[in-house]
């Protein structure tokens, strides 16, 4: 089964984004990885691609499972890029995930029919079960931390307990060189959440949605 993560571009004008690892997306890749999944990455803004060029890199392969990860200044490009691909015939399963898609589930669900699920809070596990799922033609609609649209009904399922840190494999790092040779430098992930409760930011409504606790570390040791 080959899956493919994208990261859409920004379209605000004259924004430019530091040359960064999506390393979100890494994770991802790494534990599907370790559990035998061909796994591809494209980060259309590190690359700086218009959505019209991420839709013809996408379309030069077959993947049965794509995911997006979301941000507020992506979800304009992510647009163009779903309805392209359903324009060209593409029929994946497509998911999307990250902070954005967790805030906003019902109404993406709602406005994008291109979209068949999104996985709320972190996604590993849940991705993990619903690319297992998919492989073997089984329903994956029971599924904790998924939602997904029936008619015009969108369902939101319970939240998955959250998880040790310490269980995620290191990062794939596919698009470090391409982060290095931009003059950009490599990331390193030590905790995830915020001991803060700053009233502006999302880290915290994104942990009370899904059911995270709000800051926990990674073991030096892992």
């Known amino acids: ?26 994770y991802l890749a790494s534990v599907l990885r370790g559990r035998g999944f061909e796994v591809d990455l494209l980060d259309a803004d590190l690359l700086q691609l218009k959505a019209e060029e991420a839709v013809q890199r996408i379309c030069t392969k077959k993947y049965e499972l794509i995911g997006f990860s979301l941000l507020e200044g992506t979800i304009e490009s992510a647009v163009k890029i779903l309805k ?34 999104i996985i709320r809070g972190e996604g590993e596990y849940t991705l993990l079960r619903l690319a297992q799922r998919l492989l073997e033609g089984k329903d994956w609609k029971d599924l904790e931390g998924i939602a997904y649209r029936e008619g015009d009904h969108v369902t939101i399922s319970p ?34 959440g915020c001991f803060a409760n700053c009233s502006f930011c999302c880290i915290n409504s994104f ?6 606790p709000g800051w926990r570390g990674r073991s030096v040791e892992a």
Do not use: C
């Open 207 to 212: 942990h009370k949605a899904s059911g995270t």
């Open 1 to 26: 089964m080959r899956i493919l993560f994208v990261v859409p571009p920004f379209l605000e004008e004259g924004l430019e984004m530091e040359a960064k690892e999506s390393i979100g997306i890494g």
């Open 84 to 117: 392209g691909l359903r324009r060209r015939g593409v029929t994946s399963h497509i998911v999307l995930g990250g902070y954005f898609s967790t805030l906003v589930t019902e109404e993406l669900l709602s406005e994008l029919p291109e979209v068949d699920s």
């Open 159 to 192: 939240n998955r307990d959250p998880f040790d840190l310490d269980e995620i494999p290191l990062p794939s790092r596919d698009l470090l060189p391409e982060v290095l040779k931009r003059g950009g430098v490599a990331g390193l992930v030590g905790s995830r």
